[in-house]
C-alpha cells in the first residue's frame, strides 16, 4: 500500500506556471510508475503526464506537451508536475496516482491501469 499527497494547486492568471507535488510513503516508491490526471468539472478524469519507474522514459497528453513536465526524486520519494504557460483550460483537480510494476520501462496513461490515488489539488487559471 502506498499513500499520495497532493500540494501545489492554487490560482493563478493565464501565462503563469506551478509546479505540483505528490508525496508517497509506504511502501518502496522506486516500484510504482506514478502519472497525473486531472478533472474538470462537468468532464471525465483525462491522463496528463505519466512516468515510469527509473524516471527516464516519460508520456504526454497531446494538450500538455511542451508546456508540462513530469519527473520523479525516488530518494524523496515524490513525483512533480511542473506546468508553465498555464491556460484556463488547465482548470481542474489535478490527481497523482500510482501503480506497482516490475517493470522498469512500463507507463501508463489510461486511469484505471492506476492502483492508488491522492485526494486531488486544485488548479484554477483565470483568463
Known amino acids: 500500500q502506498v499513500q499520495l499527497v497532493e500540494s501545489g494547486g492554487g490560482l493563478v492568471q493565464a501565462g503563469a506556471s506551478l509546479r505540483l507535488s505528490c508525496a508517497a510513503s509506504?511502501?518502496?516508491?522506486?516500484?510504482?510508475?506514478m502519472g497525473w490526471f486531472r478533472q474538470a468539472p462537468g468532464k471525465e478524469r483525462e491522463f496528463v503526464a505519466a512516468?515510469?519507474?527509473?524516471?527516464?522514459?516519460?508520456t504526454y497528453a497531446d494538450s500538455v506537451k511542451g508546456r508540462f513536465t513530469i519527473s520523479r526524486d525516488n530518494a524523496e520519494n515524490t513525483v512533480y508536475l511542473q506546468m508553465n504557460s498555464l491556460k484556463p483550460e488547465d482548470t481542474a483537480v489535478y490527481y497523482c496516482?500510482?501503480?506497482?510494476?516490475?517493470?522498469?520501462?512500463?507507463?501508463?496513461?489510461?486511469?484505471?491501469?492506476?492502483?492508488?490515488w491522492g485526494q486531488g489539488t486544485q488548479v484554477t487559471v483565470s483568463s
Open positions: 509506504g511502501r518502496t516508491f522506486s516500484n510504482y510508475a
Open positions: 512516468i515510469n519507474w527509473g524516471g527516464d522514459r516519460l
Open positions: 496516482a500510482a501503480r506497482m510494476t516490475y517493470s522498469t520501462i512500463n507507463l501508463y496513461s489510461a486511469w484505471t491501469q492506476y492502483d492508488y
